[in-house]
């Protein structure tokens, strides 16, 4: 029960209204039927959240190092308020600076306050040892994450250094600034069937705050336990806030039965049983939402009725509606949607809207998409994934070629994960060296690390950085892209073929394991030789060549062979090419893999699309050999590698620049320094500007 407005004062400078409680907590945010609504003006009323999700890390560091300093969170949150975004989610405790600046940042602000929802980690490691959410292990290691977490927020809490985790003296007050509480992870179906097999006959949870209705799950039981447990902290500082834990589509309440992956529609979980019971901030239901992803999004034909404003059946947007529906009367919010800006892609969605693929624009375009069908179908928030690109992150795609433990050290194209944010992370040189057949900024960089090798056909300078090679020469005449392609062999490991058919018996004296052909008549790709191929070795459903040494397009597989569970059929395995290389008159820069202006040739190559799992210790994926464990490819140091041009005219079908026998000596190798350090440039991509728009538009 409530009684008067108030005024709470923060610093000296910005106050922030609230309602105060008969029990004399102070509360800025509530949940109502299905809305979420804001105190202002000594009034409550309806607010959308237009969120985005926060990652605790930088390139060059995984996520328990915590590296974000007071100045990156200020520049950022400057940058997040202009998008138009009124609420940042993070997922676990950030150091003290994160809270520090956020509350610096909004004392000084001349608007609307920028908003925080405040998750806490599940502690994963123990629930997977246990196999039991219930356990007493998992729910005191829960609810000391919840004290940490509470005590940084309201600022009363020095948490001792511990691996992995935030640690520090947390003495700023953020609490006026706190949005909701966002509770756990994504739940791992296996765990939750587990957990109400083995507690089948527990009771319901009935706490001071929270319940479960008589039909919840002891999985859900024990969630509304953390959700009283959480409340209790925050009514120790006098406050009130929303709560909610996190859900995704795996685990969503409800019935997929076009879904050919069984564990993604075992066990569900509930939001619905569960309820507030001495709670006036309330409770809403959080999902974790992408258009490509679980498969019945693909396979179903429950929505072939729900149309989108182009006419086309959307199976994203049914979903919503479904989602929404089964949730009367209880808010509920969207806490990620989005696509990827990558090269390599590990899922096919409709409508294009695949797990990766995409230029920036496109990333936009999607993202934008999604965020109007979240709006327009009475979601009361929408939290776009994810701020800032993440390097260290794993894609099941792109694991199997990588070295482990190492990915935050450079920037994998390849990898879909890496690419998910508005804010890129791009590697070191990308300001550096513009693809656009100009060379003045590379004479930049020759008193630099420019290494100048010459062939017989052509000088060669090259460089690197976190995510590419570099390439640029003078040809030794212009070229007729319409008639001539200009070809680099690679040559990066011990093996391959030494004639390839295409070099029309020119003799190699080491094989190539990739090729990159730049052209007009033909496409201009990044090609692999067969026994090499990565994609062949992994997967047998995969198809190639076969034929030594005919280089074939660089594939990667976005889906395992699929039984559909009503009619029976096979579904087939699918996979994508993904060595594209983008002509800079054709694309944004961003996206410029290579130009040639007359004599001029510049390109970059990513590492990955060289057969490299770890550059910065010089790392690369090997042939096959007798010891190679099954999903999993060989890796083996290298000291370089070396570039072969050629020109192939394909009226005098002539290769010039070649002449054999090709000696390696005619060829130098390309050697660098292995790194341990990163360097990078965030840089806003389109799809920021795209979002801010759309953003700022909704109320329109």
Same mark, same amino acid.
Not at 38 to 61: C, Q
Not at 177 to 184: D, E, M, Q, T
Not at 194 to 203: E, L
Not at 434 to 456: F, H, Y
């Given at each position: 029960?409530?009684?008067?407005?108030?005024?709470?004062?923060?610093?000296?400078?910005?106050?922030?209204?609230?309602?105060?409680?008969?029990?004399?907590?102070?509360?800025?945010?509530?949940?109502?039927?299905?809305?979420?609504?804001?105190?202002?003006?000594?009034? $409550? @009323? %309806?607010?959308?959240?237009?969120?985005? /999700?926060?990652?605790?890390?930088?390139?060059?560091? +995984?996520? !328990?190092?915590?590296?974000?300093?007071?100045?990156?969170?200020?520049?950022?949150?400057?940058?997040?308020?202009?998008?138009?975004?009124?609420?940042?989610?993070?997922?676990?405790?950030?150091?003290?600076?994160?809270?520090?600046?956020?509350?610096?940042?909004?004392?000084?602000?001349?608007?609307?306050?920028?908003?925080?929802?405040?998750?806490?980690?599940?502690?994963?490691?123990?629930?997977?040892?246990?196999?039991?959410?219930?356990?007493?292990?998992?729910?005191?290691?829960?609810?000391?994450?919840?004290?940490?977490?509470?005590?940084?927020?309201?600022?009363?809490?020095?948490?001792?250094?511990?691996?992995?985790?935030?640690?520090?003296?947390?003495?700023?007050?953020?609490?006026?600034?706190?949005?909701?509480?966002?509770?756990?992870?994504? $739940? @791992? %179906?296996?765990?939750?069937?587990?957990? /109400?097999?083995?507690?089948?006959?527990?009771?319901? +949870?009935? !706490?001071?705050?929270?319940?479960?209705?008589?039909?919840?799950?002891?999985?859900?039981?024990?969630?509304?336990?953390?959700?009283?447990?959480?409340?209790?902290?925050?009514?120790?500082?006098?406050?009130?806030?929303?709560?909610?834990?996190?859900?995704?589509?795996?685990?969503?309440?409800?019935?997929?039965?076009?879904?050919?992956?069984?564990?993604?529609?075992?066990?569900?979980?509930?939001?619905?049983?569960?309820?507030?019971?001495?709670?006036?901030?309330?409770?809403?239901?959080?999902?974790?939402?992408?258009?490509?992803?679980?498969?019945?999004?693909?396979?179903?034909?429950?929505?072939?009725?729900?149309?989108?404003?182009?006419?086309?059946?959307?199976?994203?947007?049914?979903?919503?509606?479904?989602?929404?529906?089964?949730?009367?009367?209880?808010?509920?919010?969207?806490?990620?949607?989005?696509?990827?800006?990558?090269?390599?892609?590990?899922?096919?969605?409709?409508?294009?809207?695949?797990?990766?693929?995409?230029?920036?624009?496109?990333?936009?375009?999607?993202?934008?998409?999604?965020?109007?069908?979240?709006?327009?179908?009475?979601?009361?928030?929408?939290?776009?994934?994810?701020?800032?690109?993440?390097?260290?992150?794993?894609?099941?795609?792109?694991?199997?070629?990588?070295?482990?433990?190492?990915?935050?050290?450079?920037?994998?194209?390849?990898?879909?994960?890496?690419?998910?944010?508005?804010?890129?992370?791009?590697?070191?040189?990308?300001?550096?060296?513009?693809?656009?057949?100009?060379?003045?900024?590379?004479?930049?960089?020759?008193?630099?690390?420019?290494?100048?090798?010459?062939?017989?056909?052509?000088?060669?300078?090259?460089?690197?950085?976190?995510?590419?090679?570099?390439?640029?020469?003078?040809?030794?005449?212009?070229?007729?892209?319409?008639?001539?392609?200009?070809?680099?062999?690679?040559?990066?490991?011990?093996?391959?073929?030494?004639?390839?058919?295409?070099?029309?018996?020119?003799?190699?004296?080491?094989?190539?394991?990739?090729?990159?052909?730049?052209?007009?008549?033909?496409?201009?790709?990044?090609?692999?030789?067969?026994?090499?191929?990565?994609?062949?070795?992994?997967?047998?459903?995969?198809?190639?060549?076969?034929?030594?040494?005919?280089?074939?397009?660089?594939?990667?597989?976005?889906?395992?062979?699929?039984?559909?569970?009503?009619?029976?059929?096979?579904?087939?395995?699918?996979?994508?090419?993904?060595?594209?290389?983008?002509?800079?008159?054709?694309?944004?820069?961003?996206?410029?893999?290579?130009?040639?202006?007359?004599?001029?040739?510049?390109?970059?190559?990513?590492?990955?699309?060289?057969?490299?799992?770890?550059?910065?210790?010089?790392?690369?994926?090997?042939?096959?050999?007798?010891?190679?464990?099954?999903?999993?490819?060989?890796?083996?140091?290298?000291?370089?590698?070396?570039?072969?041009?050629?020109?192939?005219?394909?009226?005098?079908?002539?290769?010039?620049?070649?002449?054999?026998?090709?000696?390696?000596?005619?060829?130098?190798?390309?050697?660098?320094?292995?790194?341990?350090?990163?360097?990078?440039?965030?840089?806003?991509?389109?799809?920021?500007?795209?979002?801010?728009?759309?953003?700022?538009?909704?109320?329109?």
């Amino acid at each position: 029960m409530t009684v008067a407005g108030s005024w709470f004062l923060v610093g000296s400078t910005k106050m922030t209204e609230s309602e105060q409680l008969q029990n004399g907590s102070q509360m800025t945010f509530r949940t109502q039927d299905d809305q979420f609504e804001v105190y202002r003006d000594e009034s $409550w @009323s %309806p607010l959308f959240i237009k969120g985005i /999700n926060m990652g605790a890390t930088l390139p060059g560091h +995984f996520p !328990g190092e915590l590296p974000i300093s007071k100045d990156d969170y200020l520049r950022w949150f400057e940058m997040i308020d202009e998008m138009g975004v009124n609420t940042i989610r993070i997922y676990t405790i950030h150091p003290p600076v994160f809270y520090e600046a956020l509350v610096e940042y909004n004392e000084a602000a001349q608007g609307d306050p920028l908003y925080f929802m405040q998750g806490v980690w599940s502690p994963v490691n123990i629930m997977d040892d246990t196999g039991d959410a219930l356990s007493n292990r998992v729910l005191q290691a829960f609810k000391q994450e919840i004290d940490h977490a509470a005590g940084a927020v309201y600022g009363d809490i020095q948490i001792p250094e511990q691996d992995g985790k935030a640690s520090g003296d947390y003495t700023t007050d953020a609490g006026p600034y706190l949005a909701a509480w966002h509770i756990g992870t994504e $739940w @791992s %179906p296996d765990l939750v069937q587990q957990t /109400n097999d083995k507690h089948s006959d527990d009771p319901a +949870f009935s !706490g001071t705050y929270f319940g479960t209705t008589e039909n919840a799950s002891p999985f859900e039981s024990w969630l509304a336990e953390l959700l009283d447990y959480t409340a209790e902290q925050e009514s120790k500082r006098g406050w009130q806030h929303p709560m909610t834990f996190t859900n995704w589509m795996t685990t969503d309440p409800l019935e997929h039965p076009q879904e050919p992956q069984k564990r993604e529609d075992m066990v569900s979980v509930d939001p619905t049983h569960i309820e507030e019971t001495n709670w006036d901030a309330g409770y809403f239901a959080s999902y974790h939402a992408y258009p490509y992803y679980p498969d019945f999004l693909r396979f179903t034909n429950q929505y072939d009725d729900v149309k989108n404003e182009d006419g086309k059946v959307d199976t994203y947007l049914g979903y919503l509606k479904d989602l929404k529906d089964y949730h009367d009367g209880l808010p509920v919010m969207i806490s990620e949607f989005g696509v990827p800006s990558s090269r390599g892609s590990a899922h096919n969605g409709p409508l294009g809207r695949d797990q990766g693929g995409h230029s920036e624009q496109e990333q936009g375009k999607h993202a934008v998409d999604q965020l109007h069908h979240i709006y327009n179908e009475g979601f009361s928030g929408a939290l776009l994934f994810t701020w800032q690109d993440e390097w260290f992150k794993k894609t099941w795609n792109a694991m199997p070629s990588s070295t482990d433990h190492r990915e935050a050290f450079w920037f994998n194209a390849l990898s879909a994960e890496e690419s998910y944010g508005v804010l890129g992370m791009y590697p070191g040189k990308a300001d550096d060296v513009k693809i656009d057949g100009e060379l003045d900024d590379w004479r930049e960089l020759e008193q630099k690390d420019v290494e100048k090798t010459a062939t017989p056909l052509t000088d060669l300078n090259l460089t690197h950085d976190e995510g590419y090679v570099y390439v640029s020469a003078r040809l030794p005449e212009d070229i007729d892209l319409e008639k001539q392609s200009v070809y680099i062999g690679v040559d990066s490991v011990d093996g391959g073929t030494d004639t390839p058919p295409l070099l029309r018996g020119v003799q190699l004296e080491e094989g190539l394991e990739t090729m990159i052909r730049l052209s007009e008549w033909e496409k201009s790709e990044v090609l692999i030789e067969p026994t090499y191929d990565f994609h062949t070795r992994l997967y047998e459903e995969a198809s190639g060549s076969g034929q030594e040494g005919t280089f074939q397009p660089w594939k990667m597989a976005v889906s395992l062979p699929l039984r559909h569970p009503l009619t029976q059929e096979e579904i087939p395995f699918e996979d994508v090419e993904v060595g594209q290389m983008n002509r800079a008159s054709l694309v944004n820069q961003e996206e410029a893999d290579w130009e040639i202006k007359g004599r001029v040739l510049e390109m970059r190559i990513p590492w990955g699309l060289l057969g490299f799992s770890d550059p910065s210790t010089k790392q690369a994926v090997g042939y096959p050999s007798s010891e190679q464990m099954e999903g999993n490819l060989p890796k083996e140091t290298v000291d370089g590698i070396r570039l072969l041009p050629w020109i192939y005219d394909k009226e005098r079908e002539e290769i010039l620049g070649l002449s054999s026998p090709v000696s390696t000596e005619a060829y130098p190798l390309y050697e660098w320094k292995k790194w341990q350090e990163t360097a990078y440039d965030e840089k806003r991509k389109a799809s920021y500007y795209m979002m801010k728009e759309a953003l700022q538009g909704l109320e329109q």
